[in-house]
């Protein structure tokens, strides 16, 4: 269906596509240092009150969230450990660093970051994975009040850089997200393995060996 040569815009999601993350991390360090806190039901709180999404859509400031969780569970952990701990939940993804930093270098295609997060993790990935910089044209959920798989969101990145979606691609672990961007014409690679996008990817563009 798609030619070569059709791809312009290639749109990268972040987390568990070019990096990995694991909240189990935040749970579990919490816990362990408070001692007397279940991580399972901290994390239950959590998401049973939505405070991940409120966290993501910029209706939930993290001192808020912070206020929340230290009434809820007696925290004893300060702001600033509370926020590390949140933060280092992520580790790279060595394909996936590989291959941005060589599509960088083909003057061919625009990138652009599309990722459902909040401000303590971006900043701690552009801190400590710092290739991530290379993708300068982002669209952050916490700063524009959507998330995927809100098709709004697909539909705001479009118009923000002015992108023809038959031109672009979208690369992601999440199939709803994939199903939404689908709606809008956008082509989409499920990113599950990296065998498995190599291969997606060699069919819409131009290969970068
Ligand atoms: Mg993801």
């Known amino acids: 269906m798609?030619?070569?040569?059709?791809?312009?815009?290639?749109?990268?999601?972040?987390?568990?596509?070019?990096?990995?993350?694991?909240?189990?991390?935040?749970?579990?360090?919490?816990?362990?240092?408070?001692k007397r806190l279940n991580a399972a039901k901290f994390k239950k709180f959590i998401i049973k009150n939505r405070l991940d999404i409120k966290l993501i859509t910029g209706r939930l400031s993290?001192?808020?969230?912070?206020?929340?969780?230290?009434?809820?569970?007696?925290?004893?952990?300060?702001?600033?450990?509370?926020?590390?701990?949140?933060?280092?939940?992520?580790?790279v993804n060595e394909n996936m660093k590989r291959f941005l930093e060589k599509i960088s270098r083909v003057k061919k295609y625009k990138l652009y970051l599309l990722s459902n997060t909040d401000s303590p993790h971006i900043n701690f990935i552009n801190n400590n994975?710092?290739?991530?910089?290379?993708?300068?044209?982002?669209?952050?959920?916490?700063?524009?009040?959507?998330?995927?798989p809100d098709k709004k969101i697909f539909q705001?990145?479009?118009?923000?850089?002015?992108?023809l979606p038959e031109e672009t691609v979208l690369i992601d672990d999440i199939k709803e997200n994939l199903l939404s961007a689908q709606k809008l014409?956008?082509?989409?690679?499920?990113?599950?393995?990296?065998?498995?996008?190599?291969?997606?990817?060699?069919?819409?563009?131009?290969?970068?060996?």
Do not use: C, Q
Not at 5 to 24: E, M, R
Not at 139 to 147: D, H, P, T
Not at 156 to 163: E, Q
């Open 62 to 91: 993290h001192k808020d969230f912070f206020k929340k969780l230290k009434k809820k569970f007696d925290l004893k952990i300060g702001y600033n450990d509370f926020i590390y701990f949140y933060s280092d939940i992520f580790w």
């Open 2 to 34: 798609n030619k070569k040569s059709g791809i312009k815009n290639i749109i990268f999601d972040l987390g568990n596509t070019l990096v990995y993350f694991d909240l189990g991390y935040f749970y579990s360090g919490i816990a362990e240092r408070e």
């Open 156 to 163: 705001y990145t479009l118009d923000k850089f002015k992108l």
């Open 185 to 209: 014409g956008i082509n989409t690679i499920h990113y599950s393995s990296h065998r498995k996008f190599t291969s997606e990817i060699s069919r819409l563009i131009k290969s970068v060996k």
């Open 129 to 148: 994975f710092p290739f991530i910089k290379i993708i300068k044209n982002r669209v952050l959920s916490y700063k524009v009040n959507m998330a995927k």
